[in-house]
């Protein structure tokens, strides 16, 4: 199991636990987390996932060319640790992951 | 307001979006969605994918745990709805339960539509709308399999779910064959490019396509299951299962029984609200105006679920708000990503940007020389653009459109056309 932290705009934090092959976007949607819309249900096709990984994000995959696209679009500023929740499959046993989400995602 | 009862007709997208919306504003009445479905609310579009696949199981289907609803306050009741007392303001179950309400939430949605051709009541025919549908065309298909024929699977209807459909069959080793009525595929939805784009792909992974054919009737064949079909121009397809994919049907029965307005789905204002100020209509089952059509629109797509449960959340507790959100939809047939937003139907020229050839290209529709549409075809860039311009109003030019060094991210910047404020 992973432990996530979702750090809100109002200043909340809520903590999710979640294991391989689940992705940010999941797991939030899984613990109610608000502010994760995830309208697509995870192909890649809405931006409503976008999410800020301030620590723990080595270990994904960098974004690929389709996920760089749609992040210049999602409705919060783009910034360098930007990625969509849904892109970001977790794996076995990664570090503790602390993610802002936008205040706005559509 | 916050003492009141809500009740939401019907637990797909919609009908959840309005009750996780009304508690995002603020409502701290009760919540009640009545679904006729097992289970918990889920997610639709993988039923026609991954799901079918067996790469997604039916408990990832699920839009949210069932501890997130309770956290939310949001009652889950298994019944069916057999009556509107609209003077009472009360729902009839088939179990005998009365609930009453102060506010109705109509998102019942809509279903596969069956022809009604000799032989349809076959066992293999199938339709594609609701998880029960996919499980029983999951468990046609194994059954397929496990005869170990390269049974051949036929589609009628060339339409984005019969697409879809076929490239799960193909991937699963199925003979696949599509047969549309109308002279190209996805006739009503997308652009002949888009369309004989996909055609060619489909065509590539082994689907054979009869266009401008039509289905007579279906023939038993092996244990009186479905066996063939008979076409209208006398011959016959051998089809050891058929997925019917002609389109879907407004689940307006009860709406219209208790005198609601409907036509082909409820009518409902530009509030979403039906002829009874009581009762709100949501989703697929709903024809709303839109300011792109006056006379009404009724759209199956998971963003109009979730845009419709925002808004009605808002008006059901005294907003007036009214319904113009940008159409958009998409589809994933095997590795193509098709992402579509506005409504191009009407459209009467087009420019193309990207390289078909190459599969990575947009439609950008026009009519009236205003952009009305794109359909992006693995470019979700072009898409997320358009749906920012069509939201603001905004439309290049053909001209901008066909040249290839315009930069798109230009408009609205230059300073012609004044910077949308924030």
């Known amino acids: ?106 | 307001m916050n003492r009141q009862h809500i009740i939401i007709l019907g637990g797909g997208q919609a009908g959840l979006q309005a009750a996780l919306s009304l508690r995002e504003l603020g409502f701290s009445g009760t919540v009640s969605i009545i679904t006729n479905e097992p289970g918990l609310p889920y997610q639709r579009p993988p039923l026609s994918k991954g799901y079918l696949l067996g790469k997604m199981r039916a408990g990832d289907l699920a839009l949210r745990p069932a501890d997130v609803l309770a956290q939310q306050n949001i009652a889950l009741i298994a019944g069916e709805a057999i009556s509107i007392d609209r003077r009472a303001r009360q729902l009839t179950l088939a179990d005998g339960q009365r609930l009453t309400y102060d506010r109705l939430i109509i998102a019942t949605g809509s279903r596969g539509r069956m022809c009604p051709l000799p032989g349809a009541d076959l066992p293999g025919i199938y339709t594609l709308r609701s998880k029960a549908d996919a499980d029983a065309l999951g468990a046609g298909l194994a059954l397929l399999a496990q005869a170990g024929h390269k049974a051949p699977v036929l589609i009628m209807g060339g339409g984005f779910i019969g697409l879809e459909f076929a490239a799960v069959a193909t991937e699963s080793g199925f003979a696949c064959t599509v047969v549309e009525r109308g002279t190209r595929l996805l006739e009503r939805a997308l652009s002949p490019e888009s369309a004989g784009y996909l055609q060619q792909y489909h065509e590539q992974r082994g689907v054979r396509f009869h266009l401008a054919t039509q289905v007579a009737g279906f023939c038993a064949g092996e244990q009186g299951r479905v066996g063939s079909v008979r076409l209208t121009d006398g011959s016959t397809l051998a089809a050891q299962l058929v997925l019917v994919g002609i389109g879907g049907i407004a689940n307006d029965e009860l709406a219209a029984a208790s005198g609601l307005a409907c036509d082909n789905g409820i009518r409902v204002n530009a509030c979403l609200q039906t002829s009874d100020d009581a009762i709100f209509a949501i989703g697929d089952c709903a024809r709303a105006p839109h300011p792109l059509a006056p006379a009404g629109l009724r759209l199956e797509s998971v963003g109009n679920a979730i845009d419709q449960g925002r808004l009605v959340a808002a008006n059901v507790l005294g907003e007036g708000k009214v319904w113009q959100a940008t159409p958009w939809f998409w589809s994933d047939q095997g590795r193509e990503k098709i992402q579509m937003v506005g409504l191009g139907a009407a459209c009467e020229q087009s420019v193309i940007r990207g390289e078909v050839g190459q599969g990575r290209f947009s439609v950008f529709c026009f009519q009236n020389e205003q952009l009305r549409a794109v359909e992006s075809i693995n470019r979700p860039v072009d898409h997320m653009m358009a749906r920012k311009w069509l939201e603001q109003g905004l439309s290049p030019t053909l001209e901008q459109l066909a040249d290839p060094n315009w930069d798109p991210k230009s408009l609205g910047k230059s300073s012609a056309t004044p910077p949308v404020p924030g």
């Open chain 1, 1 to 106: 199991m992973n432990t996530i932290i979702y750090k809100l705009a109002s200043g909340q934090e809520m903590r999710a636990s979640a294991g391989a092959g689940v992705s940010l976007m999941q797991a939030a949607i899984q613990h109610g987390v608000p502010g994760v819309v995830g309208e697509c249900g995870g192909s890649a096709s809405c931006g409503t996932c976008h999410l800020y990984i301030e620590q723990g994000g080595d270990g994904f995959p960098p974004p690929d060319e389709m996920e760089l696209g749609m992040l210049e679009f999602t409705a919060a500023a783009l910034k360098a640790e930007s990625r969509l929740g849904c892109q970001c499959i977790l794996q076995e046993e990664m570090p503790l992951i602390i993610v802002q989400v936008p205040d706005t995602q559509v």
